[in-house]
């Protein structure tokens, strides 16, 4: 069931968990699913809030995330539609985490034709009253799927059968114009 919000937050006050989806996501490839990671680094250790994360670039992920996507979806049905817009996310430098999550959200957004507003946390609020906190409900640890997916194409299927709990960019470079649509019924 898609829930309709007045009002989108995202935590930035919390203190960074570690294995989640804040810098990571999963898509499937000729050889199955592969997550993809942004490194990070926390200043202050273990205490590091979230809006103070910054994005490590020792590594060259972006680089290696630009190609294991082209991989991935070059065949897909709406990969020429999308990938202009996502691709300065794997060209321009952010200095933090969360800025990063926020544009590219933010670009989602628009691109499956919602209309949604993001705000950020202004405090931690450990058991916030009157709304639907769902901070701690997505986990790459856990094994159960995040909701049950109605199948649609994807690249791989013959291969690997559908697969679901994938980043958004497997909805959107399969199903295209119609990935809003199809996260509205779902």
Known sequence: EVIKAPHIYIEA???YPRQTYRN??????????????????????????????RINYR???QRNHRRTIDAAYSNSPFYLYYIDELM??????????LDFNLELTNQLIELLGFNA?????????HQPNNILDLRHAFSPKNKAPIQKSTPYFQ???????????????????????????????E
């Open 13 to 15: 006050f919390e203190t």
């Open 24 to 53: 990571r996501c999963r898509i499937v490839t000729a050889n199955g699913v592969l997550a993809l990671s942004i490194p990070v680094h926390k200043v202050h250790g273990k205490q590091t809030i979230t809006k103070d994360i």
């Open 59 to 61: 590594e060259p992920w």
């Open 88 to 97: 300065p996310f794997y060209e321009k430098t952010f200095k933090y985490l």
């Open 117 to 125: 507003t993001l705000n950020l946390t202004k405090a931690y609020i």
């Open 155 to 185: 690249v791989f299927e013959e291969r690997h059968g559908f697969i679901a709990d994938l980043s958004i960019l497997d909805l959107l470079f399969n199903e295209g114009p119609g990935a809003g649509s199809y996260l509205n019924k």
